[in-house]
């Protein structure tokens, strides 16, 4: 059975197109993605996110639990408010989420998952609290808003001018709290288009006006067609294309987000790691020849086959892009090919991330 946001209705009044994603109904497009694409490139979009899944961890042992959960190491957040990227490992040092930690103190974090591996990352998340003192709470009563775009701070505090108070002074990955009506609400200066500005999660009962409010003020409603080809110029990773149970970190590109520093502190996943030679490396992938890259797709190069991860045509650089898994040696600059409908086209190997602030990295 299909779930719907609390803002599904808000999407339905817009004329937005209803897809299937993960089990929720969300919008692809309201119309036009490449409108959506410029208009967070140049302006200001705003995105339904509130199908994420949003955990409360709290208690004396929260940052023990986290710092042996997760790859990346929450004792370095010190800051209230400050946020990290990790991923959450198995066993096996495969990847069973992606996520974002927000500290706010050492017995208080709020986590934020992915749609599609919500209930799977809670599944392994509970058993795993047995011998520690904290406790996981499920926030399915709240809803997300991620405003991006380099208009995006602006707009959002001409549409709740109270806000720039609390918000003003963030730095990037960095979120904060405020009370509104009783209410508690979170500010965070992250996001996932390679734009600044804001995810804002409030009571689920006032999305609707929050996403009204920013419509007048300006901002464009996007959906998940735009928010894949920005994240994907970006060169950011999607759950489930880029990695899963069966890559890890490493071969994900994700080698920054896993922390060694402490040797004394062992993580789910750390003793395959450390042993694991990886014989790849992510790549950033631009189509020379007229066509579209996807994912799968394989990859010709002098030291062997590699594989797309994703793909799409970029309208920033009006060319197609994508991520790929290659062999190890294949340098930056190098020419391969990509296997396209039975033909073979030419692509130039370049870093992962194609597209940040508007500008191309190219």
Known sequence: MTQHT???DSHLAANGKIVDFAGWEMPIHYGSQVEEHHAVRKDAGMFDVSHMCALDLAGPDATRYLRHLLANDVAKLTTSGKALYSCMLDDGAGVIDDLIVYFFSPERYRIVVNAGTAEKDIAWMRPRLVGFDASLIVRRDVAMIAVQGPQARE???TAFPVARAHSVTLENFQAAEWSVDKNTWLIARTGY???????????ADDAAAVWKALLD???K???LGARDTLRLEAGMNLYGQDMDENISPYEAGLKWTVDLKDADRDFVGKSVLAGRQCNVRFAGLL???RGVMRSHMKVHTALGVGETTSGTFSPTLNQSIALARIPAGIENGSEVEVEIRDKKLKAKVVKPTFVRHGQSLL
């Open 6 to 8: 609390p803002l599904y």
């Open 155 to 157: 707009r959002f505090w």
């Open 193 to 203: 288009t390679g734009e600044d500005g804001f995810e804002v999660t409030m009571p």
């Open 217 to 219: 003020a300006g901002v």
């Open 221 to 223: 409603p996007c959906g």
């Open 287 to 289: 189509l020379l020849q």
